[in-house]
């Protein structure tokens, strides 16, 4: 990326921004690098050959109305490690037509969630009518990596992190592609939706293994809703219809452009995977929201599912305050019976935690184990991740590990060992951020063990900033 602001003058413009998602852990970094041979205590385990990437929010400029964190201008993090102690460490951020367009006239111009900003005649000839931050997940599928999130085509990058461009499966997408795909390890195939404002709300994509986009419908769901996250099983895709909808209104007025209505009620969608939108079972139940799901998986004609649920989406999603104590998420499980059209749930444990993952190579069938983040502030002293919970569901039981007293930290992610056997052979790696010391590390527990702490550290050569979804990429030989 190139840009005629110095890292210093893109600083000192964030002086007076004073919304809580540019503090702190959120506060942004303002330039690019790329630093070999860092410092690691311990030892790295052999089988981590690859890159961790992850994505997250990182403005450019600072915002020109009131912030949400999900606007920020997409900013990767890569850790290469070549599997004999060697690490690498760049970042980049995701050089956007929008972002671009923005440096070209030395300010942001694009509104966000919290704040309507029509752009220019001239902005959107150069850079779109919303800019395509692609700040969500980074995934590799078929040789390609892709850049996400859930309002636009993906972006490709390259390995080493250089933005290509939008991608939109040679022609073959119609709209945006969720931030969360689900990948089908017996397939190859990458599964996955988009939703929008506008009919048709929703929409199922499936990719076979060499990127092609062989199947789209449309699910006619009558709203729009703002859909994070879904899951897929064998025989299914799964859908939760939740009242988290878009308010164009509330947005054009000086408002949010998400507002949680409950009365206007939740269900769940079941669509066979081999069927068209027309042939999903809905199945009305109370409403809940859910950002994150685990996993899900058929079992005697029934789909279980696992995810982390709040009673509500957080009012505060769509302002700078805190989110509610009552809204905190739970690690849940619900159990579903598209033919009798029945739903019965129950919570699995009493901790909160988001961001769960699990060993990916077990997505859509049946699993022993998952992780989500461990949580020390939840409420009004707003939200950190300190650690990670690593839960055995078929025991019953889980393991844990906190980083520090004054550590934070984001999604722990699954590498599987590559001469491992079962479902637990690998680690959870992380960046971990110490903020009384302003210093970030790359952390990587044992999952066979987790709550004997690191098995290695890695001291990276900059603080960076919480961010949202990110994956570990082996090296392929």
């Not at 942004?28 to 929010?57: I, Q």
């Not at 400029?61 to 949400?68: D, I």
Request: hydrophobic share 35%; aromatic share 10%; proline share 6%.
């Amino acid at each position: 990326m190139t840009t005629t602001e110095s890292s210093s003058e893109l600083a000192a413009a964030f002086t007076d921004v004073d919304t809580p998602y540019l503090l702190g852990q959120y506060e942004p970094v303002h330039d690019e690098r790329h630093d070999v041979a860092l410092e690691v205590t311990g030892e790295l385990p052999a089988g981590l050959r690859g890159a961790y990437l992850r994505n997250g929010s990182n403005p450019f400029f600072p915002p020109p109305g009131r912030y949400h964190v999900f606007d920020g201008d997409g900013m990767l993090h890569g850790i290469y490690l070549d599997g004999e102690g060697g690490v690498e460490y760049r970042n980049r951020w995701i050089d956007s037509r929008g972002l671009r367009y923005e440096q070209s006239v030395g300010h942001s111009v694009y509104g966000g969630l919290n704040e309507f900003s029509m752009p220019s005649a001239e902005a959107i000839e150069a850079g779109g009518m919303y800019k395509n931050t692609a700040n969500t997940n980074i995934i590799r599928h078929a040789g390609r990596h892709l850049a996400l999130m859930e309002g636009a085509h993906p972006t490709e990058v390259t390995p080493e992190l250089a933005t290509v461009g939008e991608y939109d499966f040679d022609g073959a997408l119609h709209g945006a592609m969720t931030a969360h795909p689900r990948w089908d390890a017996a397939t190859g195939e990458l599964l996955f939706f988009g939703y929008s404002p506008f009919p048709p709300y929703l929409r199922y994509h499936v990719a076979d293994r060499s990127g092609a986009l062989v199947r789209s419908t449309d699910i006619s769901i009558g709203r729009s809703v703002m859909m994070h996250d879904f899951v897929t099983t064998e025989s299914a895709a799964v859908f939760f219809d939740l009242p988290a909808l878009f308010d164009g209104e509330s947005l054009m007025n000086g408002g949010t452009a998400i507002r949680w209505q409950p009365e206007t009620g939740a269900r769940i969608g079941v669509m066979p995977r081999d069927g068209e939108g027309t042939d999903t079972v809905w199945i009305d139940v109370e409403p809940f929201y859910v950002f994150h799901f685990l996993n899900a998986h058929d079992e005697d004609g029934r789909i279980v599912v696992t995810g982390c649920r709040s009673e509500a989406m957080p009012t505060a999603f769509g302002d700078d305050s805190p989110p509610e104590d009552h809204v905190r998420p739970y690690l849940w499980r619900w159990e579903i019976d598209p033919v009798a059209g029945t739903v019965t749930d129950r919570q699995l444990d009493d901790r909160t935690g988001d961001f769960p993952r699990i060993n990916d190579s077990y997505n859509g069938v049946a699993h022993r184990y998952g992780a989500h983040a461990h949580t020390r502030h939840w409420g009004q002293e707003g939200v950190e991740f300190d650690g990670v919970i690593w839960f055995d569901l078929d025991k019953g039981t889980s393991s844990e590990h906190v980083y520090g007293p004054t550590s934070v930290c984001g999604e722990a992610v699954f590498a599987a060992d590559p001469d491992g056997s079962s479902e637990d052979d690998g680690w959870l790696i992380n960046i971990v951020t110490d903020l009384a010391e302003g210093t970030s590390s790359f952390v990587v527990l044992d999952a066979r063990d987790v709550s004997a702490g690191p098995v290695a550290e890695v001291r990276l050569p900059r603080r960076v900033p919480f961010g949202f979804h990110g994956n570990w990429l082996p090296t392929l030989d």
